[in-house]
C-alpha cells in the first residue's frame, strides 16, 4: 500500500497534467491499425512486473493509440467531458469496489441512486411518478424499456415466451427514421425480429410524422399486428431533432402503447430555462432514457432509464435465487438486481451525486447553455458562407452541414483533411439521402477559439 | 485543474488511507434502510459547492452506507479484491473518457482488449479458436451467448423473430439446478419464455447428472422440442461444484447443441497447476465466459465472454448506422460494438492489463492458489468439529457447513450474529433443501488470521 499511494499520486499529476492540456495530442489517434497489438508481447508475462515498467508502456503505446474526447476539438458523434467531479468519484468507485446487487451489498449505491435520480428528475422537470435506475448504456436502458413493453402487452411472455405460439401473429415497434439503433437491436435481442420495427418517415426538419404514426398503427391493427410500443427521440442521433413528443404521446395514450422517450443525448437539456418544451407530453410516456455521460459532464458509462411502470419491469426480471435472499428484502428495500437482466452493478450514482453538487443546477445550465450558444454561432458562419450550407435546424449543440456544391467523395476528402489536422475531428451523417458534416460540441474545455479554429480548418482545406 | 490536482492527491492518500486499513470499519454495513436517503436534501443544490463540502459528506453518509468489500473479512457470495494496479488503472480509464464502439474512437481500448484476452486464453489453456470480448458482467456474456445459440438454431430470427411462427414449437436451455440466475433471465429476455429452461438434477456433489440431460433432450426431441442450448457450470453458486464438461461436450457435439460454459467464478483457478481439469472438454464449447472482477483481483465490472462463433454473434447484433461508418472498417479492423447490444463501451481491457503486468502469471497462480489453501484449512477445522458439519466438497475457496443439528431459524440467528460482530460477513445458500453457511475467500488482504477469527466467531457465538 505504500507502493499504491506512491503511484496513486503520480497518477494524479500526470492525469492533471493531461487534464490541462489535452491540446499537445492529436485528437484523432494516428495509430496505424493493428501497431498496439503488434507492439505487446503475445503473452501474459510470467513474473510481475514493476508499475514504472507499466506506466512507461502505458505512456509509450497506449497514449498514442488513444482518440482523445477529453480534447476540446473533439466535435465528433456526440462530445463528451469527463468532469474532475465526475473522474474523481470513479477513483473513490473503483477503489470501494461495490457490487449492489442487494441493499445490503452497497445501502450508500442503492441509496444514493434513488437520491441522485430523483434529483435529476426535478432537474428535467419530470412528475414525481417515475421511478430511475442506473444502466451502463441508453442501449441497455431501452431494451429494458421495450422489454417492459413486452411484458405489458403480451400476456405470460415471461414464462411461455414467444416460441410455439399463434398469438401474437405480428408484433410492431414503431420509431422515425431517424431513431437510434439501439432501437433495432432491442426489438432483436428481444425475439421480435427487426421486421417488427417500423420505421415512420419525417418531416423535412427530421421529426417524426405523426399522421404517418397515426395510419401506421390503424393498419396494422386492421392486418392483426399487435403494436407494442413507438419511440419518441428528443434529439436524434444524426441531426438533433426533436420528435413532437406531445401528439406521440396522445396516440399512445389513446392507442394504449407503451410510450419511449429516447432523450438520451438531449434530454438534459430540458432544465436550460426556454427548452423545457422539448420534454412536454413525456410525462404521459410510459419510459423516458437520459444519458448524464453524453451531455451532463459525467464520465462515461451513467444511463438513466426513468420509468413509470416499474413494477412491469420487476416482474418481468426479478428472479430472487436463495442465496440473494435477505431480511430487508421483506422489509421492503430496493434491490437493485430486481430492475433488470445485470445482477451486479457498479456504484455509478457517485459519480453523477458529484457531479450535480459540484456544478450546481445553475452550473448545469450555464454550461449547457453555452455548448448552445456555440453551436448556433458556428450555424450563423455556416449560413453567410458561400461554399457550405445548413443541412438541418440546430435545436441543441449540433450543427448539420454540408458543402453548397460537392460530391460525397469531396465532402469525405475535405473531412479526412480537415481531421487530418489534429486539431479538430468531426464525423459525418447522411440526411436526404445526403453526405453531411456534424459538429458537436460537448466538452467543457471547448471555447469559442476551438470552434473557429473548426471554421478556418474547414474553409482553408 | 490546479484544483483537480489538490483534490486528486487528496482522495489518493484518502484511498491509501483506506485499502491499508478497511478493518477499522464493520465488514457489514450498521446503516438501518432510509437513513441514507433520509439524510441528503431532496433536491441539487441550486448553486456548486466546494470540493470539501462534497467530500465531507462523502466521509459522514456515504461511507458509513458502505459494506466493505474491500474488507479482508468478506466471506459473503464471492469475495472480490480492486488490487492496487486495477485501482490506478480504473482512475486512468475515468479520466481518458475513451468510448470505445468504434476502432478509430479508441484503437487503444480496441486492440489492447485483443492483447489482454489473448493473454487471459493462454493463461485459461483455452485453444486459439475462441475470440473474447469484454462485457460488464456475466449476466451480459450469458446473454450474448445464447443469443448467439438462438441465431445459430433458429433460420431467420434476426429478422422474423419468435412471434407469429408455428416453428419452433417449444425451444429448450439445459443446465444443472445449480446453475445461476442470469441463465433464467437470459431466456426469458430473448423471449423464449422460462418454461424453456430445463434445470437437470445434480448428483450428491452437485454436478450436473448427464444421464439427465441426454434424456431430457431426447424426451425433447421426441416431443418435437428445439434444444437451443446446455450451460455447464465450473463453479456454481451455492457450493462451486464443477459440471462434467467432457462428457456434457460430447453430448452437445453429438447432439449439435450450443454449449456455453460459465466459469464465472472459478474459470481463473484452470490457470493453476493441478486445476487444468475444471476446463477439460471447454475447448469443444461454443461460448465461455470467465470473470476478472470475480477472482482475478479486477475492480468490478469486467466479465469476459469467449466465443469459437464470434462470426454468429456479429451476424446477430452488427448493424452500422450511416454516423457509424468508418474507413477502416472497409479495411478491415474490429469495431466493438459489432459484438454486442451495447454501443457503448468503456475502457475496461486497461485494468485487465494492469492486473496481469503486475502479478504476472505465477503471481495470480500463487494468489489463487492461497486462498484454496486457506478454504481447505477452514473445511479441516469444520471435519474436525462436534458442532459443525460441511455439506459439498471444497474443490475452490468456498466452503459450505451447517450445524450438525439446527433448524433454519437456529441457522439464521448464528449467522446474524456472527455478521453483527462487524468483523466478518459470510452469507447463505440452501443445498438439498438444508440451510447452509457459505464462507467465500476472493479478497487478496485476507490472511489466515482473518479465516481463523471467523471460525473462533462461529464456534464461540
Keep these: 500500500m505504500k507502493d499504491f499511494r506512491q503511484h496513486a499520486h503520480r497518477i494524479a499529476d500526470w492525469i492533471a497534467d493531461y487534464l490541462e492540456g489535452p491540446e499537445r495530442f492529436p485528437v484523432l489517434s494516428r495509430v496505424q ?53 465526475g473522474v474523481l468519484a470513479e477513483f473513490l468507485s473503483a477503489a470501494l469496489n461495490q457490487q449492489a446487487m442487494l441493499w445490503r451489498t452497497s445501502p450508500a449505491a442503492t441509496e444514493l441512486e434513488e437520491v441522485t435520480l430523483a434529483w435529476l428528475r426535478q432537474l428535467l422537470g419530470l412528475p414525481d411518478g417515475f421511478e430511475g435506475v442506473i444502466y451502463d448504456t441508453a442501449s441497455i436502458s431501452t431494451l429494458h424499456a421495450l422489454a417492459a413493453a413486452r411484458e405489458a402487452a ?23 427514421e431517424h431513431a437510434h439503433s439501439s432501437v433495432d ?14 420505421r415512420i418517415p419525417a418531416d423535412p426538419d427530421f421529426r417524426m410524422r405523426t399522421d404517418l404514426l397515426r395510419s401506421a398503427i390503424a393498419a396494422d391493427r386492421a392486418a392483426g399486428r399487435l403494436p407494442l410500443a413507438v419511440i419518441a427521440t428528443v434529439g436524434t ?56 455521460h453524453k451531455w451532463l459532464f459525467t464520465p462515461f458509462d451513467l444511463s438513466v432509464l426513468y420509468c413509470r411502470r416499474m413494477d412491469v419491469l420487476r416482474q418481468a426480471f426479478s428472479l430472487t435465487p436463495e442465496y440473494l435472499k435477505t431480511a430487508e428484502a421483506d422489509a421492503g428495500v430496493r434491490n437493485l438486481m430486481d430492475t433488470g437482466i445485470q445482477l451486479g452493478r457498479r456504484f455509478r450514482a457517485l459519480k453523477l451525486w458529484m457531479v450535480l453538487r459540484h456544478f450546481g443546477a445553475e452550473g448545469l445550465r450555464g454550461a449547457i447553455a453555452e455548448h448552445i450558444r456555440l453551436a448556433r ?16 435546424p440546430v435545436p441543441f449543440s449540433v450543427v448539420c452541414f454540408r458543402l453548397k456544391n460537392g460530391s460525397d467523395d469531396e ?5 479526412d483533411a480537415v481531421n487530418a489536422s489534429g486539431e479538430v475531428f468531426l464525423s459525418h451523417t447522411r440526411l436526404d439521402g445526403r453526405y453531411v458534416f456534424r459538429l458537436a460540441i460537448g466538452n467543457l474545455a471547448t471555447r469559442e477559439s476551438h470552434v473557429q479554429r473548426a471554421w478556418e480548418l474547414l474553409t482553408s482545406s
Excluded at 185 to 198: C, E, M, P, T
Excluded at 258 to 276: I, N, R, S, T
Design 411 to 415: 465532402h469525405a476528402r475535405l473531412l
Design 237 to 292: 442521433t444524426s441531426s438533433t431533432s426533436v420528435d413532437p413528443v406531445e401528439a406521440i404521446a396522445a396516440i399512445c395514450t389513446a392507442e394504449k402503447i407503451w410510450l419511449h422517450v429516447d432523450a438520451a443525448y438531449a434530454g438534459v437539456a430540458a432544465m436550460v430555462p426556454g427548452y423545457e418544451w422539448i420534454l412536454r407530453g413525456a410525462e404521459a410516456a410510459d419510459s423516458l432514457v437520459v444519458n448524464p
Design 377 to 392: 454561432l458556428f450555424a450563423g458562419w455556416v449560413d453567410a458562407s458561400d461554399r457550405f450550407e445548413r443541412a438541418a
Design 154 to 176: 403480451i400476456p405470460d411472455v415471461r414464462a411461455k415466451g414467444l416460441t410455439g405460439r399463434f398469438e401474437p401473429a405480428g408484433v410492431r415497434v414503431y420509431c422515425s
Design 33 to 85: 491499425p493493428g501497431a498496439l497489438r503488434q507492439a505487446l508481447p503475445a503473452n501474459a508475462p510470467e513474473h510481475g512486473e514493476h508499475f514504472d515498467a507499466i506506466f512507461a508502456d502505458f505512456e509509450r503505446l497506449i497514449v498514442p493509440a488513444l482518440t482523445h474526447w477529453n480534447h476540446p476539438g473533439f466535435f465528433a458523434y456526440f462530445a463528451i467531458t469527463a468532469s474532475a467531479p
Design 185 to 198: 437491436k432491442a426489438v432483436i435481442l428481444l425475439g421480435l425480429g427487426h421486421d417488427a420495427v417500423v
